[in-house]
């Protein structure tokens, strides 16, 4: 089929920053000092001027700043306030954007949340059948007698095309996409939002310490945020584009929106708003629901008494929780809303609805989530090792999956922490309710360079090596960190897709 274009721009991108945090680790230099005592006015004939404040920490602002100072001034402070954040970002950019290398300057080849984005604009809910780039893993839904069901065999007429996968990061296009029409470029837009997230996990890093979840200094929480950008899986998503990966890579920076919001529930409205859009980006975060809950009903340490004396004093984690859902319905209530125009049911996204798509017999067969699916994701997950030749001497991955045990060397002083503080067990049991249902899900990621679902908790793993107590300088932890950044930065450079094996797009 051919690609209707409706704008002739291309390659559009827009920067996005977003930091919720406010103030940095206990041991980054104050951003101000206060002047010495018993200093005299040059010129008494003038007005005294009030002393300036003294920042808490690198991360806070000045208390105030005069009107007058324009925004010029305005913007040095707001700079001063979020340094790091920026200069990782920009260090994340440029370094993302080289590894994309051609494709950062180009679309990538399956564009799907692009579609659905123009589709809208131009008041439908289905995407042209007209316009499709390719057949993969896009939605077909055909009445027969009256019900929805899968489309098989040759397109007709009457059929209805979707994206199959959930919609929020079409939202996050849609401004763009309103500017570039079907040419916006996808891939350079997933760079950026791959940049926004190293700084905004930095942010949420910097906000642990400052609130003593944390015992990490200033560059320490600058390694670990580099971590996740260049040692882990996050690296070869956040280069490439493509329906997929976009997601992942979205879902991260939604993790740490809704985590730097969620912790002690103190921004209940905020979590829930942040929660909604990170679970309609990818499914398996909904489950990330549980770090709020155990946040607001028993945020510890005594956690057991917390649960006992809600008998008597459930008001407050109730409104917490109210709040929480309140900022969290009015996306659910769309969702739920176009998922039942689109496939007839609140809680399909479309993937029992693919076109053509070889998961399709097992679907069929056992369902999306099934206890037969478990040996292929746990060997994908961490039995998978590199394929080594020695005639000729080449290095290859199985497209099926890679061991976390590589990916993320880390993983293994996570079993062995030196300090088990506050947020150790929400945070892993956050993971496990996330990790497990991918365990038992039709498709373990393929093609791919590591288990790539992983990816939804991988922000948590890290969460809890920051609160574990390791030191980064440990000769051990020194070679996982190095050995994962070598792993990934292999991935990086020799991954090709589904859409490059098999499509030869």
């Given at each position: 089929?051919?690609?209707?274009s409706?704008?002739?721009?291309?390659?559009?991108?827009?920067?996005?920053?977003?930091?919720?945090?406010?103030?940095?680790?206990p041991?980054?230099?104050a951003?101000?000092?206060?002047?010495?005592?018993?200093?005299?006015?040059?010129?008494?004939?003038s007005p005294?001027?009030?002393?300036?404040?003294?920042?808490?920490?690198?991360?806070?602002?000045p208390?105030?700043a005069?009107m007058?100072?324009?925004v010029?001034?305005?913007?040095r402070i707001?700079?001063?306030?979020?340094?790091v954040?920026?200069?990782?970002?920009?260090?994340s950019?440029?370094?993302?954007?080289?590894f994309?290398?051609?494709?950062?300057l180009?679309?990538?080849?399956?564009p799907?949340?692009?579609?659905?984005?123009?589709?809208?604009?131009e008041?439908?809910?289905?995407?042209?059948?007209?316009?499709l780039?390719?057949?993969?893993?896009?939605?077909?839904?055909r009445?027969?007698g009256?019900?929805?069901?899968r489309?098989?065999?040759?397109?007709?007429?009457?059929?209805?095309?979707?994206v199959?996968?959930p919609?929020?990061?079409?939202v996050?296009?849609?401004?763009?996409?309103?500017?570039?029409g079907?040419?916006?470029?996808?891939?350079?837009?997933?760079?950026?939002?791959g940049?926004?997230?190293?700084?905004?996990f930095?942010?949420?890093?910097?906000f642990?310490?400052?609130?003593?979840?944390?015992?990490?200094?200033?560059?320490?929480?600058i390694?670990?945020?580099?971590?996740?950008?260049?040692?882990?899986?996050?690296?070869?998503?956040?280069?490439r584009?493509e329906v997929?990966?976009?997601?992942?890579v979205?879902?991260?920076?939604l993790?740490?929106?809704?985590v730097?919001?969620?912790?002690?529930?103190?921004?209940?409205?905020?979590?829930?708003?942040?929660f909604?859009m990170?679970?309609?980006?990818?499914t398996?975060l909904l489950?990330?629901?549980?770090?709020?809950?155990?946040?607001a009903?028993?945020?510890?340490?005594?956690?057991?008494?917390?649960?006992?004396?809600?008998?008597?004093?459930?008001?407050?984690?109730?409104?917490?929780?109210?709040?929480?859902?309140?900022?969290?319905?009015?996306?659910?209530?769309?969702?739920?809303a176009y998922n039942?125009?689109?496939?007839?049911?609140?809680g399909?996204?479309?993937?029992?609805?693919?076109?053509n798509?070889?998961?399709?017999?097992?679907?069929d067969?056992?369902?999306?989530?099934h206890?037969?699916y478990l040996?292929?994701?746990l060997?994908a997950?961490?039995l998978?090792?590199?394929?080594?030749?020695?005639?000729?001497?080449?290095l290859?991955?199985d497209?099926?999956g890679?061991?976390l045990?590589?990916?993320?060397p880390?993983?293994?002083f996570?079993?062995i922490p030196k300090?088990?503080?506050?947020?150790?067990?929400?945070?892993?049991?956050?993971?496990?309710?996330?990790?497990?249902?991918g365990?038992?899900?039709q498709n373990?990621g393929?093609?791919?360079f590591?288990?790539r679902?992983?990816?939804d908790y991988?922000?948590?793993l890290?969460?809890?090596?920051?609160i574990g107590?390791?030191a980064?300088?440990?000769?051990?932890?020194?070679?996982?960190?190095v050995?994962?950044?070598l792993?990934?930065?292999?991935?990086?450079?020799?991954?090709?897709?589904?859409?490059?094996y098999?499509?030869?797009?």
């Amino acid at each position: 089929m051919s690609r209707k274009s409706k704008r002739s721009k291309k390659g559009s991108t827009s920067e996005q920053t977003s930091s919720q945090a406010s103030a940095s680790s206990p041991a980054a230099p104050a951003a101000s000092t206060a002047p010495a005592e018993g200093a005299t006015q040059a010129a008494p004939a003038s007005p005294p001027t009030a002393p300036a404040q003294p920042a808490d920490t690198q991360g806070e602002p000045p208390a105030s700043a005069s009107m007058g100072q324009g925004v010029g001034a305005a913007a040095r402070i707001w700079f001063s306030a979020y340094r790091v954040e920026v200069v990782l970002f920009l260090v994340s950019f440029v370094v993302l954007a080289s590894f994309s290398s051609e494709r950062f300057l180009r679309q990538s080849a399956a564009p799907h949340f692009i579609y659905q984005a123009q589709s809208w604009l131009e008041g439908r809910l289905d995407v042209d059948p007209e316009v499709l780039p390719n057949l993969e893993d896009w939605a077909c839904v055909r009445v027969v007698g009256g019900q929805k069901v899968r489309c098989e065999g040759r397109p007709l007429p009457g059929d209805r095309w979707y994206v199959s996968f959930p919609s929020f990061p079409a939202v996050a296009m849609l401004p763009f996409v309103a500017v570039n029409g079907y040419q916006f470029n996808d891939t350079s837009f997933g760079v950026i939002i791959g940049a926004l997230a190293v700084a905004l996990f930095y942010s949420l890093l910097r906000f642990l310490s400052k609130e003593g979840e944390a015992a990490r200094n200033r560059n320490e929480n600058i390694t670990l945020a580099l971590i996740l950008a260049f040692g882990t899986l996050f690296f070869y998503c956040a280069i490439r584009g493509e329906v997929w990966f976009s997601a992942e890579v979205l879902g991260v920076a939604l993790t740490c929106l809704y985590v730097r919001n969620a912790i002690r529930a103190h921004r209940p409205v905020l979590a829930g708003l942040f929660f909604s859009m990170a679970t309609l980006t990818r499914t398996p975060l909904l489950f990330s629901g549980l770090f709020f809950v155990l946040e607001a009903l028993c945020p510890g340490p005594d956690r057991l008494g917390q649960l006992r004396a809600l008998a008597s004093h459930w008001k407050p984690a109730a409104r917490k929780l109210g709040l929480f859902a309140l900022g969290a319905a009015p996306l659910a209530l769309l969702a739920a809303a176009y998922n039942l125009y689109r496939f007839g049911k609140p809680g399909e996204f479309g993937h029992a609805f693919l076109y053509n798509n070889r998961v399709n017999a097992d679907i069929d067969r056992y369902g999306l989530f099934h206890f037969a699916y478990l040996q292929r994701n746990l060997e994908a997950a961490f039995l998978k090792l590199p394929h080594v030749s020695l005639h000729p001497l080449q290095l290859g991955y199985d497209p099926n999956g890679l061991t976390l045990l590589l990916t993320l060397p880390l993983l293994v002083f996570l079993v062995i922490p030196k300090t088990r503080p506050r947020l150790h067990w929400p945070l892993w049991l956050t993971v496990a309710v996330c990790a497990l249902p991918g365990l038992f899900y039709q498709n373990n990621g393929y093609m791919q360079f590591g288990f790539r679902f992983s990816l939804d908790y991988t922000p948590y793993l890290l969460l809890l090596f920051a609160i574990g107590g390791w030191a980064l300088r440990n000769r051990f932890v020194l070679a996982a960190v190095v050995l994962g950044v070598l792993v990934n930065f292999w991935g990086a450079v020799a991954f090709h897709g589904y859409t490059e094996y098999v499509r030869n797009w």
